[in-house]
């Protein structure tokens, strides 16, 4: 029998098909070997997916502490974001996921973007991701620095204040870099704007 905790959720929350191994280790918190976990809308449709070797279940604050999870946020059928980290909670009828921990956020789209950051907040019901904490994007064109990022469905991303931007050439060497005010990365177009507090001030980039 292997040692899986399978889960297939339905918003509000049916649990259907449950085979969990599962650790009392007291009437709080129960240890769970491993998880691979499916959570649909209403609708049924798949919003996303956690897997995680190792991992307790809270009974008192009514969360999932999970280490090592991967995420993978979907749209339609296929995986949109894949994303990693040390540890993450889920909370809220697995309606609010927190990653910290050298996140890591990979476009499936686009192979080569990166996002990295020290947390990533995400409330299911709502379409933009919230990135806290040493937050670099890379591409083959660019690298953006910031402490704060907003992703957003439409596939773009908000840098706030301060922002350090390094442009790359042919060779993936560093050619031009600076700061600015917020930036603005779209993963569609492939392209970075800047606009600072005096709007007469704009400026975009293309690659």
């Known amino acids: 029998m292997t040692n899986k905790y ?5 918003l509000p929350f049916l649990l259907l098909g449950c085979t969990p191994n599962v650790i009392d280790e007291n009437k709080l ?13 209403k609708k049924g449709n798949k919003i996303y997916s956690i897997t995680s070797p190792d991992l307790i279940y809270n009974n008192s604050k009514l969360k999932f502490e999970l280490k090592k999870p991967i995420v993978k946020i979907f749209k339609g059928e296929e995986t949109k974001y894949i994303i990693i980290s040390e540890e993450s909670t889920l909370s809220d009828n697995n309606r609010l996921v927190k990653m910290s921990g050298n996140v890591k956020l990979r476009t499936i789209n686009e192979e080569e973007d990166f996002l990295y950051a020290d947390n990533f907040f995400w409330n299911t019901e709502d379409t933009k991701y919230l990135l806290e904490g040493n937050i670099r994007f890379e591409n083959q064109n660019i690298i953006l620095n910031s402490s704060k990022a907003i992703m957003g ?3 773009k991303i908000e840098f706030f204040s301060p922002v350090k931007y390094i442009i790359k050439d042919v060779n993936n060497n560093n050619r ?10 779209d993963l569609d177009t492939e392209t970075v704007s800047f606009n600072a507090k005096d709007k007469r001030v704009k400026s975009i980039i293309y690659f």
């Open 153 to 155: 469905s439409d596939n």
């Open 29 to 41: 918190v129960q240890k769970i070997e491993s998880l691979d976990m499916n959570i649909f809308s």
């Open 176 to 185: 031009f870099e600076t700061t600015s005010e917020n930036a603005y990365y």
């Open 6 to 10: 399978r889960l297939i959720i339905f």
